[in-house]
């Protein structure tokens, strides 16, 4: 991967983890999100609730839906780094 991919990809993570900390008013930094790190149990320790405000405010930001009936999701939400790839892949702006 050339530097400035890494760089987009690392300046989307970073943009994707301060929608999820202010979808969810979380009480930590978004910089504090490990990319790799799962987003839910023994990660973030999110749930299906977080899952759906995510989605949503990520349908408002990138202007495409995720699906709670696609099968990816377990894929798709694995981890920021996971989110972000699928965002960068589907976002209309």
């Known amino acids: ?19 999820i900390v202010s979808a ?5 930094a978004p910089e504090e999100i490990d990319p790799e790190a799962p987003l839910f149990n023994e ?4 749930d ?3 899952a ?3 989605a949503l405010a990520i349908s408002r930001r990138y202007g495409f839906q995720l699906r709670s009936d696609d099968e ?10 996971s989110l972000s ?7 209309a702006n």
Do not use: P
């Open 72 to 81: 990816r999701n377990g894929r798709i939400f694995a981890s920021l780094r």
């Open 43 to 46: 990660g973030l320790g999110l």
């Open 1 to 19: 991967m050339s530097s400035a991919v890494e760089g987009s990809a690392a300046g989307l993570e970073a943009e994707v983890a301060q929608l």
């Open 52 to 54: 759906l405000e995510i």
């Open 24 to 28: 969810l008013q979380l009480e930590v």
């Open 85 to 91: 790839a699928h965002i960068e892949k589907n976002r």
């Open 48 to 50: 299906s609730i977080d």
